[in-house]
């Protein structure tokens, strides 16, 4: 069984500074994805970065990495120069790598960019 | 890029009448879809597989007969929730298997979610 395990229901940060939003998982699959999602108020789910288990450099997308570490099971979103638009709640998921089946999402972490 | 939809993006309805939501994949064809339900305050579960042309597959504790499921084309899902009652009020998502994005072969989109109300 796949889990993914969000500690931080809440953070506070100020504008312009970096802020890291804490992931792990446990899974007993050789192969996986990790993902992270942004979900404003709104409701829809946006897509933010992948990470595959095999991947060996961590993901950038942009203001966006993910720092992956296998060993720890450990896939940390980092966000560069926050924004205020960055308010929103935010979801670590993980799917078995063949294909984009199943998601499982972790709780989500809450994160409010104070100005 | 790939884009999913979904109608009613709100429905309010009174107990005992059945609901249905619909997910079409706008330009890409979707083999398979999935639909998730989300309380407030509280993460996406996924309820169920969504393939087209046969039975859906629930995920544990989704009751089949409330939550009925039809995928009959390539580009649409459908989710009707039978005889609502005022806790299958919560907020609906889908989303749809299509083509890949950052090196995967494929990736998950997801619609803009349905909210509903049941009185």
């Known amino acids: 069984a796949q889990k993914i395990t969000q500690t931080q229901p809440g953070m506070f940060v100020q504008e312009k500074e970096a802020v890291t939003l804490d992931c792990t998982y446990d899974t007993s699959d050789q192969s996986y994805g990790l993902f992270w999602y942004k979900q404003p108020s709104s409701g829809e789910m946006i897509f933010l970065i992948y990470?595959?288990?095999?991947?060996?450099q961590n993901a950038t997308e942009g203001r966006y990495s993910l720092n992956f570490q296998k060993a720890r099971k450990s896939a940390n979103l980092v966000i560069s120069a926050s924004q205020l638009g960055d308010s929103a709640m935010y979801f670590c998921?993980?799917?078995?790598?063949?294909?984009?089946?199943?998601?499982?999402f972790g709780s989500g972490t809450r994160l409010s960019i104070r100005p | 890029g790939a884009v999913v939809s979904q109608h009613p993006s709100w429905v309010i309805c009174k107990s005992g009448t059945s609901v249905k939501i619909e997910c079409r994949s706008l330009?890409?064809?979707?083999?398979?879809m999935f639909w998730y339900r989300q309380f407030p305050k509280q993460s996406l579960m996924l309820m169920a597989t969504?393939?087209?042309?046969?039975?859906?597959?629930?995920e544990q504790g989704v009751e089949k007969d409330k939550f009925l499921i039809n995928h009959a084309s390539l580009t649409l899902s459908t989710l009707t929730v039978t005889s609502a009652h005022p806790e299958d009020s919560s907020f609906y998502i889908c989303?749809?298997?299509?083509?890949?994005?950052?090196?995967?072969?494929?990736?998950?989109?997801f619609g803009p979610g349905t909210r509903l109300l049941v009185l």
């Open positions: 969504s393939n087209e042309g046969s039975k859906a597959t629930y």
């Open positions: 990470q595959g288990s095999y991947d060996e």
């Open positions: 989303s749809a298997r299509g083509p890949g994005t950052s090196g995967r072969a494929e990736t998950q989109y």
């Open positions: 330009d890409f064809q979707a083999t398979t």
């Open positions: 998921a993980m799917s078995p790598y063949s294909s984009a089946s199943k998601i499982i």
